[in-house]
């Protein structure tokens, strides 16, 4: 709901199927009005919306209250709320109220979804012969409120005056959708006439509505980031360079047997020191291990004197609550001579 500091126990909200739409505030305006709060709503195409006023105390009931309800532009609702009648419930505007033969009428409103005009029209919007995509609600303290003999016929043209709407227009200003009217349905009730306490409104309220994605394309909501796979951690000074700065691929899955405890012993194993790697997820684990187990088994490799061994040449023992790597190695085994060989015996 929208609340105007200077009129506290106003509230002005637009809702569907009976709720309030969330409201977004636009952190960069500059020209805000006094007596005036702008919020931008979602649009959801095919949905009938309404506009909800209501009043509570401390807001004063000594003047009844004419709003008047603005939509793309058009003012297409003239409600009148009497004093005896502010505090004790929401005022409703589902559509636009008209007379038509004589007959008072009302047409729902409907967010529609804007064909886009490819072709390269002039923008309407900058040439000001349309305004879409917001509701303006601007109340007026009323007086000698009485009912109107006026018979004239009042119809609007809010929903057909778009075809579709130049390409400058939907980019520039994100627009998705416009208001539309449903069939005519007659509804009871008079039309009136009053007198104005002040000329200009007390309060305004504006409504920008667009989709979600033109929301987010106008930084009103913060865009879904795209997901990313987890950083692995700076190397350590004494080992060799991790040559990725984040998981691309799926570590292998010999390491599943271990658990998380093992896994440090390991890495602290591998790289020569103890380091804390509790803040690291079980995949970027596997990542590490992946790497440094490669490297050690190339540096095993290059040593003629030394031979390969697999992971499985390790144990992991828990000693008073701390988990170490011991290395088995293979007994040299005594090399006896063959048939073949000369023994020489020295003296």
């Given amino acids: 709901m929208v609340i105007l500091p200077a ?28 007596k005036t709060v702008t ?23 000594k003047h009844a209250v004419r709003a008047i309800v603005y939509v793309d532009g058009e003012d297409v609702a003239r409600p009148i709320i009497r004093e005896s009648a502010l505090l004790k419930r929401t005022r409703k505007i589902q559509g636009a109220t008209l007379r038509v033969e004589g007959k008072r009428v009302l047409r729902k409103f409907r967010f529609s979804k804007l064909n886009v005009d490819q072709s390269d029209n002039d923008s ?3 040439k000001g012969s349309l305004s879409v995509g917001q509701i303006t609600v601007a109340l007026n303290y009323i ?7 006026k018979k004239s016929d009042h119809r609007i043209l809010l929903d057909s005056r778009i ?8 980019g520039a200003s994100a627009l998705s959708h416009y208001a539309s009217l449903e069939e005519p349905k ?6 009136f006439k009053f007198d104005t306490v002040e000329k200009e409104p007390f309060a305004t309220f504006n ?39 984040r998981v691309a691929t799926a570590p292998s899955s010999r390491w599943t047997a271990l658990t998380p405890n093992a896994m440090h012993a390991l890495l602290n194993h591998y790289t020569g020191r103890k380091s804390n790697w509790a803040g690291l997820g079980r995949q970027a684990l596997e990542a590490l291990l992946d790497h440094y187990s490669e490297q050690d088994a190339k540096t095993r490799n290059s040593d003629m004197d030394v031979k390969r061994e697999r992971v499985d040449d ?11 790597v011991v290395e088995e190695r293979n007994a040299k085994r005594r090399r006896l001579p063959a048939k073949k060989n000369t023994v020489i015996e020295l003296d």
């Fill in 39 to 61: 919020k931008y709503v979602e649009a959801v195409s095919g949905a009938n919306f309404e506009i909800a006023i209501s009043f509570e105390k401390p807001f004063p009931d």
């Fill in 186 to 191: 007659p509804v009871g009730g008079s039309f």
């Fill in 124 to 126: 309407m919007v900058e």
């Fill in 207 to 245: 409504f920008i509505y667009r989709s979600l994605a033109g929301l987010k394309s106008l930084c009103i909501v913060p865009r879904t980031p795209s997901p990313t796979p987890p950083l692995l951690p700076t190397p350590l000074p004494n080992a060799n360079p991790i040559p990725i700065t």
């Fill in 7 to 34: 009129c506290p126990g106003l509230k002005v909200e637009v809702a569907v199927a009976g709720q309030a739409l969330k409201e977004h505030d636009d952190n960069y305006e500059t020209n805000a009005k006094p």
């Fill in 163 to 170: 075809d579709a709407l130049p390409a400058k227009d939907v």
């Fill in 314 to 324: 390790f144990e992991i023992k828990d000693e008073e609550g701390e988990l170490t």
């Fill in 143 to 149: 007086n000698n409120v009485r009912k109107s003999k």
